[in-house]
């Protein structure tokens, strides 16, 4: 038997192979029913204060409840995101350094291809916490009551329409270029130094229109301040349901959402990954994580780690495709 087995050399390969893989189930599975034993990091590439901060705040706390364990919030803003995004993918793949990423990071990935991690391959994924979707917003001057008022006044006055966004190659920005590649009109890109500034000039008129966060925005919609024009979804918001969205107004292949996913370093243990998937699931399910998300104009979505997977990567595909044919440029 000794002698056929040297004969072979693949088997011994194999059976380490198979014991080692053997070790690590063993140990995940302990770890597993252990974790966490310690804090846990939640990184996150954007300042305090944001609807993503407020998203992650609202988890890391609920988690830190049923844990009974700290779970910090890291803000790592910078670089578009980069610096943040960068530092969660080079953190041991442990369980203890977990984060959030959003559509930020699908679009960097192609904007940003030396700089920023590619979030289809840089993460595990764990699970897809909530969509945002914007509003298109303009301010009263502009004399349209519908996105149809809109389209036919930018197609007979090109480059006179201006949107405002919150920085070239920001997220706001893409959703005006898909906008105005997919609806064929010629509309002024006025981008700023963050979405505040952007929607401080808007609201005061110099600028016509601008895409949205839907909580930044739904003030100024309900005073009257600014005209709601369309939602960038594929469905219609619960928060504005009177409002049709831009696909079913004109725009049929449009559709623009900001998305929040709960990802851990690549190589992070299936056992811990699968812990942390279920007790996401549940704080996303408490009625009060609902009702704070609902406050940001967010949905929650929850799911398995292989539809988050799934969707990310679709999501780089996808975003690609769109900084290739709106030729988008970083700044």
């Known amino acids: 038997m000794a002698d056929r087995i040297r004969s072979r050399p693949w088997a011994s390969v194999t059976s380490a192979a198979l014991l080692t893989t053997l070790l690590l189930f063993v140990n995940g599975v302990a770890?597993?029913?252990?974790?966490?034993?310690?804090?846990?990091?939640?990184?996150?590439?954007?300042?305090?204060?944001?609807?993503?901060?407020?998203?992650?705040?609202?988890?890391?706390?609920?988690?830190?409840?049923?844990?009974?364990?700290?779970?910090?919030?890291?803000?790592?803003?910078?670089?578009?995101?980069?610096?943040?995004?960068?530092?969660?993918?080079?953190?041991a793949p442990d369980g203890y350094t977990i984060g959030q990423i959003d559509l930020t990071m699908a679009i960097n990935a192609s904007l940003y291809p030396h700089q920023s991690p590619d979030p289809s391959e840089a993460y595990t994924p764990i699970i897809w916490a909530a969509v945002i979707p914007q509003v298109l917003v303009v301010h009263p001057s502009v004399p349209v009551k519908s996105l149809a008022d809109l389209l036919a006044l930018a197609r007979a006055k090109p480059g006179k329409l201006t949107y405002a966004s919150a920085g070239t190659g920001s997220a706001l920005h893409l959703a005006g270029e898909l906008f105005k590649y997919l609806a064929k009109v010629d509309i002024l890109h006025v981008p700023y130094k963050g979405g505040g500034p952007a929607l401080t000039d808007l609201l005061s008129g110099q600028v016509s229109m601008m895409f949205g966060n839907l909580a930044a925005v739904l003030p100024f919609i309900k005073d009257g301040q600014l005209h709601a024009i369309a939602v960038t979804s594929t469905h219609r918001s619960t928060t504005l349901p009177d409002i049709p969205t831009v696909a079913e107004s004109g725009v049929p292949d449009y559709e623009f959402s900001t998305w929040f996913a709960v990802v851990a370093p690549a190589g992070t243990p299936p056992d811990i990954v699968k812990r942390i998937n279920a007790d996401i699931g549940r704080v996303l399910r408490l009625p009060e994580v609902r009702d704070a998300m609902a406050r940001q104009g967010a949905e929650v979505v929850g799911g398995s780690t292989q539809k988050l997977g799934d969707y990310v990567k679709a999501e780089v595909v996808r975003w690609n495709r769109i900084i290739k044919v709106t030729g988008v440029r970083a700044e």
């Open 31 to 91: 770890l597993a029913d252990s974790y966490p034993t310690r804090v846990v990091r939640y990184v996150l590439p954007w300042p305090p204060g944001g609807g993503g901060d407020i998203i992650a705040r609202t988890i890391a706390h609920h988690l830190s409840v049923l844990w009974g364990k700290n779970v910090v919030v890291d803000n790592r803003p910078g670089a578009a995101g980069n610096i943040g995004a960068d530092l969660l993918a080079r953190a």
